[in-house]
């Protein structure tokens, strides 16, 4: 069984910083690639940024600039620096493993954390 948890988030002010991270645990063998993602209230979930194996990462345009996203492979981490955070950052924030390979399967699987919440005050 896999499980994926999340930590660092928390209520800041804008302007400031947070960095969040998920540690995936479990008999794994490899991650393809990890994210994150947020849902703000009465919205749909959304993608932050995901990062794969070899560290080719993508951005939604909202926080170019702004965050950072970054993974350990050898502790099935991934990390998200926000910087210069916004009220429209608040949001739970959700981490993702995508196709993850695990002792005694023969195919990937997705999971998901229990997310983190992150609010911005103005």
């Known amino acids: 069984q896999v499980q994926l948890v999340e930590s660092g988030g928390g209520l800041v002010q804008a302007g400031e910083s947070l960095r969040l991270s998920c540690a995936a645990s479990?008999?794994?063998?490899?991650?393809?690639?990890m994210g994150w993602y947020r849902q703000a209230l009465a919205t749909q979930r959304e993608l932050v940024a995901t990062?794969?194996?070899?560290?080719?990462?993508n951005y939604a345009d909202s926080v170019k600039g702004r965050f950072t996203i970054s993974r350990d492979n050898a502790k099935n981490t991934v990390y998200l620096q926000m910087n210069s955070l916004k009220p429209e950052d608040t949001a739970v924030y959700y981490c993702?493993?995508?196709?993850?390979?695990?002792?005694?399967?023969?195919?990937?699987?997705?999971?998901w954390g229990k997310g983190t919440l992150v609010t911005v005050s103005s």
């Open positions: 479990g008999s794994i063998f490899s991650i393809n690639a």
């Open positions: 993702n493993a995508d196709h993850v390979l695990v002792a005694g399967t023969p195919y990937g699987m997705d999971y």
């Open positions: 990062i794969t194996s070899t560290g080719s990462t």
